[in-house]
């Protein structure tokens, strides 16, 4: 399994950026996919997640309404939309594979396999 993210970079508040994830080595469309964050000195925090079944996504409460989710099986490629950034978005977001089709209900930093990360800093 292989997970690549791309599209971080340095964005002033207020701006947008769109981050992709690039899969292999597994069935992509079988699996719901998910992006957390890490910033810097604090611990992991759950983003967003969409289910391979029904398309379904979930956002935290934090980025609900800014962010978006969404996924290309075709291309095996997972984006996530960000608007309105924040410089507390700045963090190394991951892309990451759970191990079944929908989201876990309650343990959200329960998946199987994590990109290396990529960098999104938010600053004027």
């Known amino acids: 399994v292989q997970l690549v993210e791309s599209g971080g970079g340095l964005v002033q508040p207020g701006g947008s950026l769109r981050l992709s994830c690039a899969a292999s080595?597994?069935?992509?469309?079988?699996?719901?996919m998910t992006w957390v964050r890490q910033a810097p000195g604090k611990g992991l925090e759950w983003v967003s997640a969409?289910?391979?079944?029904?398309?379904?996504?979930t956002y935290a409460d934090s980025v609900k309404g800014r962010f978006s989710i969404s996924r290309d099986n075709a291309k095996r490629t997972v984006y996530l939309q960000m608007n309105s950034l924040k410089p507390e978005d700045t963090a190394v977001y991951y892309c990451?594979?759970?191990?079944?089709?929908?989201?876990?209900?309650?343990?959200?930093?329960?998946?199987?396999?994590r990109g290396q990360g990529t960098q999104v800093t938010v600053s004027s």
């Open positions: 990451a594979k759970y191990a079944g089709s929908r989201r876990p209900r309650w343990t959200l930093l329960q998946y199987d396999y």
């Open positions: 969409i289910n391979s079944n029904d398309g379904s996504t």
């Open positions: 080595g597994f069935t992509f469309s079988l699996y719901a």
